[in-house]
Every structure is written in C-alpha cells, then in structure tokens.
C-alpha cells in the first residue's frame, strides 16, 4: 500500500469519526428536547 492510500484511508476514518460524534451529538439534542418537552408538559 502506498502513502498516498494510508493517508487516504486515514482520512476516510476520520471522515468516519467527525460523523459518528455528530450522530452522537445529534443523539444528544433529541434526548434534551425530549427532556425539554417533559418538563413543559408538567406545568
């Protein structure tokens, strides 16, 4: 394998990781404005 493909590749997996932390934070969001939206309905 070249460097031009490992770096390729190590791209790819960051590429990888920045959208598996923005799912999560995504995931994140929808957890809040479902905590949001049960503490607005208590009152």
Not at 4 to 24: G, P
Request: no cysteine.
């Amino acid at each position: 394998m070249t460097l031009i493909n490992e770096a390729e590749n190590s791209f790819n997996e960051s590429l990888i990781l920045i959208n598996e932390a923005e799912n999560s934070f995504n995931e994140s969001l929808i957890l809040i404005n479902e905590a949001q939206n049960s503490v607005a309905f208590k009152f």
